[in-house]
Nanobody
Framework: QVQMVESGGGSKQVGGSLRLACIAS????????LGWFRQAPGKEREGVSS????????YYADSVKGRFTISRDNAKKTLYLQMNDLKPEDTAMYYC??????????????????WGQGTQVTVSS
């Protein structure tokens, strides 16, 4: 049974930082591309960032470029998202996801198979 568990969410003020983590089990971690998605109330789930199997390729939504950094540790089966210079519009539930599609770079939920339950990020001004 595949499980993906996010942690690290919380409440921050504008300009603050958070580091999200996602620990996976039940899958061969380095055979999956990984991604972070977020969903704010009343909005569709949107792709934030994705990373290739060996971390050689990373992709970001325009809204987070230069502020967020995705990384992975295959030995620890853990995915990370370092979020700096947080803005109120970053407020959302953040989900990690895993998939084997080569289209992971498109940051669309369709190309990811396994999902975590989410961790809430709230940014206040």
């Amino acid at each position: 049974q595949v499980q993906m568990v996010e942690s690290g969410g919380g409440s921050k003020q504008v300009g603050g930082s958070l580091r999200l983590a996602c620990i996976a089990s039940g899958l061969t971690f380095d055979e999956y591309a990984l991604g972070w998605f977020r969903q704010a109330p009343g909005k569709e789930r949107e792709g934030v960032s994705s990373i290739g199997w060996s971390a050689d390729s990373t992709y970001y939504a325009d809204s987070v470029k230069g502020r967020f950094t995705i990384s992975r540790d295959n030995a620890k089966k853990t995915l990370y998202l370092q979020m700096n210079d947080l803005k109120p519009e970053d407020t959302a539930m953040y989900y990690c996801a895993a998939g084997q599609s080569i289209l992971y770079r498109l940051l669309t939920p369709l190309h990811f198979k396994y999902w975590g339950q989410g961790t809430q990020v709230t940014v206040s001004s």
